[in-house]
């Protein structure tokens, strides 16, 4: 390691990626790398990698002397970019975090802690949201997902689950490898967002189903959530885009017994949580919660029409 990277302190058998692609989140990604590197035991390396931008690729270069700094060897996007940092580690395990999260203290030892156990492959942790500004009064947190932070509805203890999300996750490199990483030709390019990492985790379930993925409340990281994405128009959108994701996500995997816990999510989460909205509105003559529940009945609509659309489609 080079100067300035806790060169006394312990360091553990992973590796932490940390993607970028816009010198906009300059000093979000700054702030992500200072979390990463400030964690007890220090990962083995941390790598930044660039998504096709060579003037943020040689500023980072440059300014992070003791940080190795690559760029996505692949096409645009997310996943790509993910891959490609995977590429240039040799620890046994990789870490993700996103250049807009910072992790709290404790977070990489708590997401390692369960690879103890042979049988766990993949683990994730718990983001919340850092808004920039204030949280939106209509905001539900059943929609927490929609700013990149968990919702309500996840699992609030350590457990098995399906799935777990690529700004704070680590996986086995090994079996990182054996699925082949992110898929590239789907997930984050842009304003464009699939579920590459739903996606990632299903494909090694059924590659190891013996396997398990935790989920390690634990391991936290803060999610930054920026002015825009306090919009209402926002809010839309990416329920719009989840429904076409999610469709796009059981075509690729051949099959909707995929889209399992997204069933339960809307089946019996959200009628639950607009019905107490629309209780606790009319009881307390709370305008807030009646907004909550607008917005929850709007964003389900949202996800429904992104999935009709990308149902249609396909068959057309």
């Not at 049988?119 to 920039?132: D, F, R, S």
């Not at 680590?170 to 079996?175: F, I, K, L, P």
């Amino acid at each position: 390691m080079g100067k300035g990277f806790g060169l006394m302190k312990q360091h553990s058998e992973v590796s932490v990626i940390i993607s970028c692609h816009t010198q906009e989140r300059l000093g979000l990604l700054l702030a992500a790398i200072d979390s990463a590197k400030s964690q007890e035991p220090a990962p083995s390396s941390i790598v930044v990698s660039v998504d096709h931008e060579p003037q943020l690729l040689a500023l980072l270069s440059d300014r992070l002397p003791d940080i190795l700094v690559v760029e996505n060897e692949f096409e645009r996007g997310a996943s790509g970019n993910r891959n490609s940092g995977a590429l240039h580690t040799s620890s046994s395990l990789v870490a993700f975090l996103d250049d807009d999260a910072q992790a709290r203290a404790g977070w990489l030892s708590a997401l390692i802690e369960p690879f103890a156990d042979p049988a766990v492959v993949c683990t994730g942790g718990l983001v919340m949201p850092a808004w920039e500004g204030t949280e939106p009064r209509w905001f539900p947190e059943e929609f927490a997902w929609v700013v990149g932070a968990s919702h309500r509805g996840l699992p609030t203890t350590k457990t098995t689950v399906r799935n777990v999300w690529s700004e704070n996750m680590a996986v086995r490199s090994d079996v990182f490898r054996a699925v082949g990483g992110f898929r590239r030709d789907f997930g984050k390019v842009g304003a464009v967002s699939r579920p590459e990492d739903t996606d990632l985790c299903i494909r090694i379930g059924r590659e190891f189903p013996d396997a398990s993925i935790m989920f390690v409340p634990e391991a936290v990281v803060d999610h930054h959530v920026g002015f825009e994405r306090a919009e209402f128009s926002f809010f839309l959108r990416r329920c719009y885009s989840e429904g076409r994701g999610k469709v796009e996500l059981a075509r690729n995997n051949k099959g909707v017994e995929d889209l399992a816990d997204e069933r339960v999510y809307v089946r019996r989460i959200l009628p639950r949580a607009f019905a107490t909205y629309l209780r606790d509105a009319i009881l307390d003559r709370d305008s807030d919660q009646l907004r909550r529940a607008a917005a929850l009945a709007c964003g389900t609509g949202m996800a429904g029409l992104g999935a009709a659309i990308a149902i249609w489609r396909r068959g057309s």
